[in-house]
């Protein structure tokens, strides 16, 4: 097997090589595709999701899930207690009373010792009878959903594993289930099937050791490209140790392009992001504003060998406090498919020059530079 991928791999031998791996580049693609694989699950259904919304989306889900628990189908569900709290109780007591087991992550108790709201479970992720998984940066709510399902079509993407990862991931939400007070025991792991040998690595913030693991891979394969560095985030608030990397990159002659949002969730992010555009632009780097509806995606490759998809965003809430979910890809086809989506993405795109950043209203200016040195609660 070529061996080239290693020199973008921190750890080689954590590596996982029986993988088949598809990259899924908008919402149109990922929902068709994860309501196909719960509507053919014959064991369980595992899913873990920040926003597990009661709206159209949500109850859409909701119906299918209730159905393939009539049919025996085990189902297994964690929200975020934070990002579902619009949600109803009851509309998760309804899949209860359908025989699916539901469990709340960090309930919003700020009375009990040692709470804190800033501690969430961001990720995004769906495993089916252990044998097929998908992350990303979906919700399970109108804003994730594509417009020809009624939803808002926000700009997001995904990934779809089989092999040895997928069985990381179900063995993944069962420690996060026993951490929400269920039993590891009621998931059970069968023996991963042979797939056509893609590398891949799972990678999770969680725990002290795990802390910053997406971090440290993005900033061992951004010191290790050779050609280009392509990343689109959500929310682009890298730390110092990452916004470092990149400004060698780009002055060392590697092509570094960041597509980030015109239209956000979260302007204040925006505003702080825009405080380190300057500096990036002065180096090489090019920075593109995506001119489409709200952008949410978390992906990046790298020499067209190492990618990442997941739920992690380069800001401080996911380096330090949430619990989120990537997976690095180690594949130049792989790498092929999301640098092709990336340059699609690109032709929707403003660039973004030093007179953008310089005629900027001057409150807009200062609020950018005091919500920077607020970035940590962002």
């Not at 299918?64 to 109803?88: C, M, P």
């Not at 079509?153 to 951490?179: P, Q």
């Not at 799972?202 to 900033?219: N, P, Q, W």
């Amino acid at each position: 097997m070529n061996k080239d991928w290693c020199r973008y791999c921190l750890n080689p031998r954590k590596v996982l090589t029986n993988n088949s791996v598809e990259f899924i580049p908008s919402a149109e693609k990922f929902f068709p595709v994860i309501m196909s694989a719960i509507k053919s699950a014959r064991r369980y259904i595992l899913m873990e999701f920040y926003i597990f919304a009661d709206d159209a989306v949500g109850r859409m889900f909701s119906d299918i899930l209730k159905q393939k628990s009539r049919e025996g189908v085990k189902v297994f569900i964690i929200y975020d207690a934070v990002g579902s709290l619009e949600t109803s109780e009851s509309f998760f007591d309804d899949m209860r009373r359908a025989q699916i087991k539901v469990r709340e992550y960090h309930p919003v108790e700020p009375w009990k010792p040692h709470w804190n709201l800033f501690k969430r479970n961001h990720k995004k992720a769906l495993c089916v009878d252990g044998e097929i998984s998908f992350l990303g940066g979906f919700n399970i709510n109108i804003d994730s959903a594509p417009k020809s399902m009624g939803g808002k079509g926000w700009k997001d993407s995904g990934i779809k594993l089989s092999g040895e990862v997928a069985v990381e991931i179900a063995k993944n939400f069962a420690d996060s289930w026993a951490a929400c007070g269920g039993k590891k025991y009621e998931i059970d792991f069968p023996p991963p099937r042979k797939e056509k040998g893609v590398p891949a690595e799972l990678l999770y913030a969680s725990g002290f050791r795990s802390r910053f693991s997406i971090r440290r891979s993005y900033k061992h394969a951004i010191r290790k490209a050779e050609e280009s560095v392509f990343i689109i985030n959500a929310y682009f608030l890298p730390d110092r140790l990452i916004y470092r990397r990149l400004l060698k990159a780009a002055k060392k002659g590697v092509s570094v392009k960041i597509i980030v949002p015109s239209k956000t969730d979260h302007p204040y992010v925006k505003w702080a992001s825009m405080t380190l555009y300057p500096a990036l632009i002065k180096s090489g780097v090019e920075i593109y504003e995506w001119q489409g509806e709200v952008l949410h995606s978390k992906t990046a490759v790298i020499d067209g060998m190492f990618s990442s998809v997941g739920s992690h965003n380069l800001d401080h809430r996911s380096l330090y406090y949430n619990l989120e979910m990537n997976v690095s890809v180690y594949d130049r086809e792989f790498g092929q498919a999301v640098t092709g989506s990336f340059f699609e993405d690109l032709k929707h795109c403003r660039k973004l020059t030093i007179a953008d950043c310089k005629n900027r209203r001057f409150l807009a200016k200062a609020a950018g530079r005091i919500l920077y040195w607020f970035k940590g609660l962002l």
